[in-house]
């Protein structure tokens, strides 16, 4: 059985829905990746499965629980990185995490250790006594991943959690995630930013306008879009009668020269590229370099979505 599934899980503000009927599943020790534009509906869905809304309609399981019947269970085996943390003004970092390993259960001498273990990975430890309203915007989302990292739970959402982040932080942080991971951990991970969801995600399901439209691995997600690969020839002169050669290959959608460019859009790139450059050689063409480009998670993004990334 999956570790959660969507089964049509709607949420209206008033009259307005948010989320539309969301049917999904994200299995055990999974990296699920939620991309959609903004306002697609990620943090409300993640609020549904975090039991901080009830949905309009449908429901969320967890572990075998449902969210609406037995929210206290739910709740128990999720830990969140919020998309907009708001703290108390007179905790400090160190406080925070305290506090928080306290309430999710993490016994005295690990939530210290934890602590201190992850303070120290986010170069936090001298700022671990600052009242968090001093505080830089990166500074208060590393505290607030980091409360995940010392809970270490069943199931652990990340909304954005690497906005305001410097590239340093980045890379820790996604490294952390994965260790998390590998220790048993499910992890949903909403995310804006493209290289994020393709590094991180076993597979990604894409939002827009409430409802899930795609969801499977970067890899197969790229391979939907067919025709979309295009090989770029560098010849050492134009050879306008190769166009009509090209264009012979059933794969190729279509091909046309860029002054000595010689440019050839089709499905199945990689596979045929031997063979176009044998080609393109055997007419003639004298081939100085060769160029090879594939659909990235971000065409598959606004493909699924029509929509760019603000
Ligand atoms: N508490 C709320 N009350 C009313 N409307 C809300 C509330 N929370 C979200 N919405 C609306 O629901 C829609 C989805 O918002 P949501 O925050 O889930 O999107 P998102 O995909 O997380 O976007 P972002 O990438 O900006 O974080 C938006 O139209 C938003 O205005
Ligand atoms: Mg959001």
């Not at 176009?276 to 493909?303: C, R, W, Y």
């Amino acid at each position: 059985m999956a570790m959660i599934q969507f089964k049509d899980v709607a949420k209206s503000f008033k009259d307005v829905y948010a989320v539309k009927g969301v049917t999904c599943d994200i299995e055990d020790q999974e990296i699920f990746g939620l991309l959609g534009p903004n306002g697609a509906g990620k943090t409300t869905l993640i609020m549904t499965m975090a039991t901080v809304y009830n949905p309009t309609r449908g429901e969320v399981v967890v572990d075998g629980h449902s969210a609406s019947a037995e929210p206290d269970k739910v709740k128990s085996l999720i830990g969140i990185s919020f998309q907009d943390p708001k703290y108390d003004r007179i905790l400090s970092a160190r406080e925070i995490l305290q506090w928080h390993g306290k309430v999710t259960g993490v016994e005295k001498g690990v939530r210290e250790k934890r602590i201190d273990d992850v303070l120290t990975k986010f170069g936090l430890a001298g700022e671990a006594k600052k009242r968090t309203w001093m505080l830089s915007g990166g500074t208060k989302k590393k505290i607030e991943n980091a409360k995940v990292f010392v809970q270490r739970p069943k199931i652990a959402v990340f909304d954005e959690p690497t906005a305001y982040l410097d590239v340093p932080s980045r890379l820790m942080v996604w490294d952390m995630i994965d260790e998390l991971r590998d220790g048993g951990t499910t992890v949903v991970l909403a995310t804006n930013m493209m290289d994020e969801a393709d590094r991180m995600s076993d597979r990604v399901g894409i939002m827009s306008r409430g409802e899930m439209v795609q969801v499977g691995e970067p890899a197969r997600l790229k391979g939907t879009l067919k025709g979309r690969d295009v090989i770029e020839m560098k010849l050492e002169a134009p050879f306008p009668e190769l166009v009509g050669e090209v264009k012979h290959v059933e794969e190729v959608k279509e091909a046309h020269f860029e002054g000595d460019l010689l440019k050839i859009a089709l499905s199945n790139g990689r596979e045929l590229l031997p063979h176009m450059i044998n080609l393109v050689t055997a007419k003639g063409g004298k081939v100085q370099s060769v160029n090879l480009k594939e659909p990235s998670l971000e065409d598959v993004f606004l493909h699924y979505t029509g929509t760019t990334l603000t």
